[in-house]
C-alpha cells in the first residue's frame, strides 16, 4: 500500500510563498503522476495541481496558475508544489495524491487512489 507524506505547509502572509513537500514510499514513485488537491471544511475536494509521470507534463487549477508550480524528483521519490503570491483563499488544507493510470490531468478527486493526511497552510493579511 503506498503511503504518502505532505510537509512544510505553516503560516504565511499574503503575497508570501510556501514551499510543500510529499514523500512517496512503498511503491514505485515512477508509476504513478501526481497531484495535490486542497480542502477547506464544508467545501469539496479542489483540485490544485498535477504532473505526469516522468515530470514533463503539469496541469493546474484556474485559481492557481501562474502562481502555483508543482514539480517532483523521481530520484527522491518526492513532488513538491511552490506556492508563491499567496492569497487569503489559498488558505486549506493540502493533500497529494497518485494516479496510477493517467497523467494527473483530472480534477476529479475519485480518479486518484492513493491520500497523505495534509498539510495545512493558513494565510493572513
Not at 24 to 31: A, I, K, L, P
Not at 105 to 118: A, E, I, K, T, V
Request: proline fraction near 2%.
Amino acid at each position: 500500500q503506498v503511503h504518502l507524506v505532505e510537509s512544510g505547509g505553516g503560516l504565511a502572509q499574503t503575497g508570501g510563498s510556501l514551499k510543500l513537500s510529499c514523500v512517496f514510499s512503498d511503491g514505485t514513485f515512477r508509476d504513478y503522476a501526481m497531484a495535490w488537491f486542497r480542502q477547506v471544511a464544508g467545501k469539496e475536494r479542489e483540485f490544485v495541481a498535477g504532473i505526469n509521470k516522468g515530470g514533463d507534463s503539469q496541469y493546474y487549477g484556474d485559481a492557481v496558475k501562474g502562481r502555483f508550480t508543482i514539480s517532483r524528483d523521481n530520484d527522491k521519490d518526492t513532488v513538491y508544489l511552490q506556492m508563491n503570491s499567496l492569497k487569503l483563499e489559498d488558505t486549506a488544507i493540502y493533500h497529494c495524491a497518485t494516479q496510477r493510470w493517467g497523467s494527473a490531468r483530472s480534477p476529479d478527486p475519485d480518479f486518484y487512489s492513493n491520500w497523505g493526511q495534509g498539510t495545512q497552510v493558513t494565510v493572513s493579511s
